[in-house]
């Protein structure tokens, strides 16, 4: 039996939560769902400029951990900006940090 997932720990939330190309020539663009978890963790290594280690230090995970959710994230940012997909970001396994609302962070 596989153990279950450890909640990862998400300090900011995004502002938008939907994201898709403007001008698409497409009618129904596939939708692409990022996991709140692999948001943080582009925000994390991406904008904050933090090593895998320090992501997941942060995100209270393993840094395999993190390399897996960061290579899926990355993955799907490929996939909408060359096939002029949606972008959602929503659910995962996550808990907030103390302090911290579940609404966007200002």
């Known amino acids: 039996m596989p153990r279950p997932?450890?909640?990862r720990r998400i300090c900011a939330m995004p502002h938008t939560r939907h994201?898709?190309?403007k001008d698409s020539q497409k009618l129904h663009?596939?939708?692409v769902i990022m996991s709140m978890d692999e948001y943080e963790c582009i925000r994390l290594i991406d904008l904050e400029?933090?090593?895998?280690e320090?992501?997941?230090a942060q995100m209270q995970v393993a840094r395999t951990t993190v390399q897996a959710i960061y290579t899926s994230a990355r993955k799907k940012l490929a996939r909408c900006l060359v096939n002029e997909e949606e972008l959602r970001i929503e659910g995962g396994?996550?808990?907030?940090c103390e302090g911290r609302s579940?609404?966007?962070c200002a």
């Open 54 to 56: 320090q992501c997941a």
């Open 93 to 96: 396994d996550v808990f907030f």
């Open 29 to 31: 663009s596939a939708t």
């Open 102 to 104: 579940q609404t966007p």
């Open 5 to 7: 997932c450890k909640k």
């Open 49 to 52: 400029a933090m090593t895998q």
């Open 19 to 21: 994201f898709g190309p």
